[in-house]
């Protein structure tokens, strides 16, 4: 099998390909990235010289190159590649709407072009909004994205559903919950709490600290897609979860605790635009569809975690610096 996988120098994209490449040796992998701030060809190291791996540096906006590398016998693509981080989507939403949406729309006509055999669209439990303190996201709730950044994910996710509909596109949509692991940019939650606790610096929680996300450990969320791309039926979305439901301000606590640092380095700021109050998954459907299920528990995986980022620190020092500093003090300020 031939795989375009798209944003594969990302975070859970660079988790995937490594995932791929150790379950199915044999399948030949072509990894598009754009190396924007958030792509780290170092987490690709491991298979530098991998004979089933390529990267090839693009922008899923750019049809021409899209269409050379998908003219070229791909079967799947898997499309990764996006804006992620909702902070920054509230500063700039206009490149959000541009790869997200508009990217995702480039990759679904060289895919209908040249005929793959599934596209996968890697989306986010985002889409549906935020939940009251009962009930969980099915694959039915309706689409209320709340963010300019989720916003842009539900229209590439119904760009992908239209295309099925109307051109008849072998199409699957994952959405998942929140992913934690290695090679996380350290602008989200877990990898900048656990550098910022590490050099002694405040850490910023948004609002009361008590708003809730859905964590799964990256690797679970890579063999999820595995089977979507295997197994699931076209045309259908697959929820993706855990249910590990966890405050912010119990995660910063954990965090703390296992560094081995005081509470008092916890600052409440002013909340997120937007915010979302709670998320949570009902993975029922890819459960027993798919016979899917997690194999890290979160109490394990966050010390893993933790570890990891112990453990290279210079992976993380060596991006905490150029634009990614600039964003830092643009959102944070001196803090
Ligand atoms: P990330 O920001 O770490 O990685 C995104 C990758 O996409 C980067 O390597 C970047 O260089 C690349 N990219 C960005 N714009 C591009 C463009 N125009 N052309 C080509 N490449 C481009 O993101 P992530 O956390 O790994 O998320 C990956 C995907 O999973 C996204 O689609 C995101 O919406 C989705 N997702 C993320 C989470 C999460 O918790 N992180 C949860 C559910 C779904
Ligand atoms: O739910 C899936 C989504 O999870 C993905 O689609 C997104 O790509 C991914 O970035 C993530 O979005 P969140 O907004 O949930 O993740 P983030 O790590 O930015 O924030 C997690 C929670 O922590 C959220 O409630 C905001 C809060 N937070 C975040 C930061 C960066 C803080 O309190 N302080 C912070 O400094």
């Known amino acids: 099998m031939k795989l375009l996988i798209t944003g594969g120098a990302g975070f859970i994209g660079s988790n995937f390909v490594l995932y791929m490449l150790e379950q199915h040796p044999n399948y030949q992998i072509i990894n598009v990235d754009a190396l924007t701030y958030a792509g780290n060809l170092e987490n690709l190291k491991a298979i530098e010289s991998h004979p089933n791996h390529t990267f090839v540096k693009a922008d899923i906006t750019d049809a021409k190159m899209m269409n050379e590398l998908i003219c070229q016998g791909v079967d799947v693509v898997v499309n990764f590649a996006a804006e992620s981080h909702v902070d920054r989507s509230i500063l700039e939403p206009d490149v959000f709407v541009k790869t997200n949406v508009m990217g995702t729309q480039v990759l679904l006509d060289a895919a209908k072009k040249y005929g793959v055999t599934k596209f996968v669209q890697v989306s986010t439990d985002e889409v549906y909004g935020s939940l009251g303190e009962t009930g969980l996201f099915t694959e039915r709730s309706p689409l209320a994205p709340n963010s300019p950044y989720s916003a842009s994910k539900a229209g590439g996710d119904l760009l992908v559903r239209a295309y099925h509909e109307t051109f008849g596109l072998p199409v699957n949509i994952t959405r998942c919950s929140n992913n934690y692991g290695p090679y996380q940019f350290p602008e989200k939650l877990i990898p900048l709490m656990i550098s910022r606790a590490l050099n002694n610096e405040s850490l910023p929680v948004y609002g009361d600290g008590l708003n809730i996300r859905d964590w799964l450990y990256v690797e679970d969320h890579c063999s999820a897609i595995d089977?979507?791309?295997?197994?699931?039926?076209?045309?259908?979305?697959?929820?993706?979860?855990?249910?590990?439901?966890?405050?912010?301000?119990?995660?910063?606590?954990?965090?703390?605790?296992?560094?081995?640092?005081?509470?008092?380095?916890?600052?409440?700021?002013?909340?997120?635009?937007?915010?979302?109050?709670?998320?949570?998954?009902?993975?029922?459907?890819?459960?027993?569809?798919?016979?899917?299920?997690?194999?890290?528990?979160?109490?394990?995986?966050?010390?893993?975690?933790?570890?990891?980022?112990?453990?290279?620190?210079?992976?993380?020092?060596?991006?905490?610096?150029?634009?990614?500093?600039?964003?830092?003090?643009q959102q944070y300020g001196s803090r």
């Open 227 to 329: 089977l979507v791309i295997h197994h699931g039926q076209l045309g259908e979305v697959y929820n993706i979860g855990g249910n590990n439901e966890r405050t912010n301000v119990h995660i910063v606590k954990t965090i703390l605790n296992e560094l081995g640092k005081p509470e008092s380095l916890i600052t409440y700021v002013e909340d997120r635009l937007g915010h979302d109050r709670r998320y949570g998954i009902d993975p029922a459907k890819i459960t027993s569809e798919l016979g899917w299920k997690p194999q890290h528990n979160f109490e394990t995986g966050i010390k893993e975690t933790i570890r990891w980022y112990l453990s290279n620190k210079e992976w993380w020092t060596r991006i905490q610096s150029g634009a990614y500093r600039d964003y830092m003090t």
